[in-house]
C-alpha cells in the first residue's frame, strides 16, 4: 500500500514562505510522477505543482513563479517551496501520486496565510 506523509504546514505571514514536504513509501517512487494539491472547503482540490519521473514540472497559473515543486529520489521525498505567500494559499496541501492507475493521496498538512 503506497504511503505518502506530508509535513511543513503552518501559519505564515503573507508575503512569506514555506517548505512543504511529503515521505513517500512503499512503491517506486524514482519512476512516479508526483504531485501537490490543494483543497479549501466547499471548493474542488486544484492542483498546485506537479514534476515527472524526468523532472518535469508543470504549475497553474495561480502560483507560477511562486511555487516550486522538486523531488530528491534517494530521500524518496517530493518538497513544496512556497514563496510570496498569499492570504488565498490558505488551504490544506496534499501530496499526491499515481501508481499503476490508482491515485493515492496523503493526509494532508495546513497552510494558513494572516494577510
Known amino acids: 500500500q503506497v504511503h505518502l506523509v506530508e509535513s511543513g504546514g503552518g501559519l505564515v505571514q503573507a508575503g512569506g514562505s514555506l517548505r512543504l514536504s511529503c515521505v513517500a513509501s512503499?512503491?517506486?517512487?524514482?519512476?512516479?510522477?508526483m504531485a501537490w494539491y490543494r483543497q479549501v472547503p466547499g471548493k474542488e482540490r486544484e492542483l498546485v505543482g506537479s514534476?515527472?519521473?524526468?523532472?518535469?514540472?508543470n504549475y497553474p497559473d495561480s502560483v507560477k513563479g511562486r511555487f516550486t515543486i522538486s523531488r530528491d529520489n534517494a530521500k524518496n521525498t517530493v518538497n513544496l517551496q512556497m514563496s510570496s505567500l498569499k492570504s488565498e494559499d490558505t488551504a490544506v496541501y496534499y501530496c499526491?501520486?499515481?501508481?499503476?492507475?490508482?491515485?493515492?493521496w496523503g493526509q494532508g498538512t495546513q497552510v494558513t496565510v494572516s494577510s
Open positions: 514534476i515527472t519521473r524526468d523532472g518535469d514540472t
Open positions: 499526491y501520486t499515481r501508481y499503476w492507475g490508482i491515485h493515492y
Open positions: 512503499r512503491f517506486i517512487f524514482s519512476d512516479s510522477f
